[in-house]
């Protein structure tokens, strides 16, 4: 319930030349649709690597199937792939630039530089051959 209260209730507590509203919330009601398992996820022990690829491919092609495509190929040490920018002018009809954000991480140890190069050229390749695309 949501009600705005009267002038002569106003003045019981010296408010003057204002609106005020009182709400009634059923929290019986409200509780059950907040509901939600919530899970804590610890802080990494080890740090997390980005690489960014952008790549020039087909303006049809969803940004979604790129990024399921780049989790699919990048195995144990991909933690996560994200869309970073789009870009459309200046290139070729039909054609669009995609960045996608790649993190890759290990849970018992610090990646090296040659383990992370050769996971994020997996995807590259991976993308550039499903995709037609090229790095831009």
Known sequence: ???KLRPEE???FD?????????????????PMAAGSKKFKPFPRFPTVTRDITL????RVPVEDILRAA????????RGAAF?????TNLPAGTKR????CQYASFTRTLTDAEVNAAHSGVVESLKKGFSARVA
């Open 1 to 3: 319930k949501l009600c």
């Open 10 to 12: 106003l003045s019981l």
């Open 71 to 78: 989790r699919a190929a990048g195995g144990d040490l991909l």
């Open 56 to 59: 020039e491919l087909d303006e």
């Open 84 to 88: 970073k920018d789009y870009y459309d």
């Open 15 to 31: 408010i003057k030349d204002r609106d005020v509203f009182l709400a009634e919330i059923d929290l019986d009601e409200l509780l």
């Open 98 to 101: 995609v960045t996608i954000s």
